[in-house]
């Protein structure tokens, strides 16, 4: 599982990109959707912007608000849906630690 390293109280952006063998999907009639989850609770969902052109398979995910985020290894994914079929990414970590320049 690979882990992400974070910062809680910073914005979490992270960019990924959607290909298959032939190169990159194109995004336009793709949903996607992530969650943050601390075990089964729910910490956020992720707002996705997709990147134009949508058929260079490029998109962000953004959480602003990671204040509650608890220190410690929070888990993710990425679940696209295509044509009504739900996939989803492997999971990945976050790794939360505590912000030392805070307000």
């Known amino acids: 599982m690979q882990t992400v390293p974070f910062k809680r109280g910073d914005t979490f952006l992270y960019n990924g990109a959607l290909t298959n063998a032939s190169g990159p999907v194109d995004l336009a009639n793709i949903d996607i959707r992530s969650q943050v989850r601390n075990g089964e609770v729910l910490l956020s ?20 608000d990671t204040t509650a985020w608890p220190t410690k290894l929070l888990l993710s994914d990425i679940q696209y849906t295509i044509a009504g079929q739900v996939i989803s990414s492997e999971t990945f970590g976050i790794q939360c630690v505590r912000d030392i320049t805070r307000t």
């Open 45 to 64: 969902e992720a707002v996705v912007v997709k990147s134009l052109p949508m058929s260079a398979g490029i998109f962000s995910l953004r959480v602003d």
